[in-house]
């Protein structure tokens, strides 16, 4: 086998798999995989966005990440939306305003960092062309895409409390709205088919000209008329002065194996911390999805939940304790708790499902985590360009002072955590998931459910789910009620869902070699794109 691909978009799948049978390795598979997901699914990931790449390199055994998150625009200040703030939502806490500017429009944008993350991966790391890995995908957007299940639901499924609901935002700009919307004004059906021919056209000029058209060129030239002329933060100056991040991942350690995860603003701390604690705990004796089970993994992911909520930023303006965090001493105080009883954290909060992700791994033991979004898209497309831009805007804090308040060049925190898991100095678990905070739980418990439980890729992702920040437990359909009486009794708040693939939970995905055979896992909760190359 050469290797294998996944992500939730199958047919963005299909072009790494394809890319490994025309000899390119699993970081050519990773690129013209990730530009195909931006015209699969063009709500959730784009050439407007951000992302955060774990690598491991077989030759030189060396791990590393290449972080491109969106930076805040130049014209931010602190303090300019604090006395409009209407509050957060319930969930996720977005900020909320009368008129939407932090969730949609043109001040909801920050500098965009996709293209110049991967150019730099693809400069550094890759075999085959810049223009032949961009290839497949500008033909899928010229010959149409067709929508999928999860593509459509990305239109109808904001439903929270102040948040604008699919129409608003894909009519937030007539551009937009002329793109992604059918001729007869509605939504596009599932398997109608979308041709995105200036996103076609946009990704030609970026591969004749390199990810440089995009920060330095006159692609450039033309996103930035747009987003100045119309209120914008995110000025010329801005988009060229981009530099993505680079540097080691973070490492822990869980029965055995060495953990790799990214480093703040990202939450790798978050699941290394998870797991350190957990370790404390025989799992593997538990019967999977019982009350016992769910009781300390609950409790587990709600006491690093407690640090990540009171320490996590980006470092260049905030002071992040981060081995303090990832550090066995915390692990052991926090399991310490869990055993005498402690129900860590009041929070009971879920964000719905963004984002998106992939992992691939080659023959020769290459592998890549990459976890890639546009936030939930801002509704706004350049005229002629037809890529939609981030809105990253909505996760700052808008009162100033506080580790995650806005401020110029400032990135926001994520739950973006692109983890792998190595044996004798090789990866044998590669694992990430999309969908806000809850892509922490999900690669969590598939990563617990190969290594603790002893399942296959396929199942570790399919399995009941539940998820907790603090309190509250969300559990699919498929925990049982008799479970959920129990965890009752035993004082938690079940949030016990009717859909038994849960629509807020995380999809997780995962490549693993442990059993000796590669194999991937994508998840069936939203598209579900495993392809192999022989």
């Known amino acids: 086998m050469k290797g294998v691909v996944v992500c939730p978009q199958p047919r963005a799948a299909d072009v790494g798999a394809e890319v490994l049978q025309r000899g390119g390795n699993a970081f050519d598979a990773a690129v013209a995989t990730a ?43 602190p303090d300019m939306w604090e006395k409009d703030c209407k509050g957060r939502t319930p969930i996720s806490g977005y900020s909320l305003f009368d008129d939407y500017r932090s969730e949609i429009g043109y001040t909801s944008i920050m500098t965009p960092g996709t293209p110049a993350g991967l150019g730099l991966f693809h400069e550094q790391y890759c075999t085959m062309s810049w223009s032949d890995l961009i290839a497949p995908a ?25 948040i604008p609901n699919g129409m608003t935002r894909v009519t937030k700009t007539a551009e937009c709205a002329r793109v992604y919307l059918h001729p007869d004004g509605r939504f596009y059906a599932v398997g109608e088919v979308v041709r995105l021919h200036d996103y076609a056209r946009t990704l030609e000029r970026l591969a004749r000209g390199g990810w440089q058209e ?7 030239d ?41 480093p703040p603003p990202g939450s790798g701390a978050t699941i290394i911390q998870m797991l350190q604690i957990l370790e404390h705990f025989d799992l593997g004796r538990l019967d999977h999805s019982s009350a ?12 690093a939940h407690v640090d990540r909520n009171e320490y996590l930023g980006d470092p260049r303006f905030a002071d992040v304790p981060t ?26 909060k879920s964000p719905p499902g963004c984002t998106t992700h992939l992992c691939a791994m080659d023959e020769q033991g290459n592998a890549v985590s990459l976890t890639h979004t546009l936030g939930t898209a801002s509704g706004v497309v350049t005229p002629g360009l037809g890529f939609n831009y981030n809105n ?25 955590v692109p983890t792998m898991l190595l044996k004798n100095g090789k990866p044998v678990l590669v694992a990430g998931a999309p969908g806000g905070s809850v892509i922490i739980s999900a690669t969590l418990q598939a990563i617990l459910n190969i290594v603790d439980f002893g399942m296959s890729s396929v199942e570790a992702v399919t399995v009941p789910r539940i998820h907790c920040e603090g309190l509250g437990i969300e559990a699919e359909a498929t925990i049982q009620r008799s479970v959920v009486e129990k965890l009752r009794a035993m004082g938690h708040k079940v949030i016990h869902s009717p859909h038994s693939f849960e629509p807020i939970m995380s999809r997780a995905h995962v490549i693993s070699t442990i059993g000796g055979t590669m194999r991937g896992g994508a998840d069936p909760r939203g598209g579900a794109g495993v392809a192999y190359s022989w």
């Open 35 to 77: 530009f195909a997901q931006m015209v699969n699914d063009p709500f959730m990931c784009g050439i407007g966005g951000m992302g955060t790449l774990h690598y491991y390199r077989a030759d030189t055994g060396r791990s590393g990440m290449i972080d491109f998150y969106n930076r805040a625009g130049s014209k931010v200040r």
């Open 138 to 162: 500008i033909a899928q957007a010229d010959e149409g895409v067709v929508v999928t299940p999860h593509a459509a639901s990305v239109w109808t499924r904001y439903a929270q409390p102040g």
């Open 214 to 220: 995009f920060h330095h060129g006159s692609l450039g």
């Open 222 to 262: 033309e996103i930035a008329r747009d987003l100045e002329a119309n209120g914008s933060y995110v000025t010329r100056a801005d988009i060229a002065g981009y530099r993505p991040d680079q540097g080691p991942p973070l490492e822990g350690s869980y029965r055995g194996y060495v953990v790799r995860s990214n």
């Open 292 to 303: 016992e089970h769910i009781d300390v993994l609950a409790r587990a992911m709600a006491a």
């Open 323 to 348: 081995a303090v965090l990832i550090s066995k001493d915390r692990a052991a105080y926090w399991a310490e708790r869990i055993e005498k009883g402690d129900f860590p954290g009041t929070a009971d």
């Open 392 to 416: 990253s805007m909505k996760l700052f804090d808008p009162v100033p002072g506080r580790k995650n308040s806005m401020a110029p060049g400032k990135a926001r925190t994520t739950g973006m």
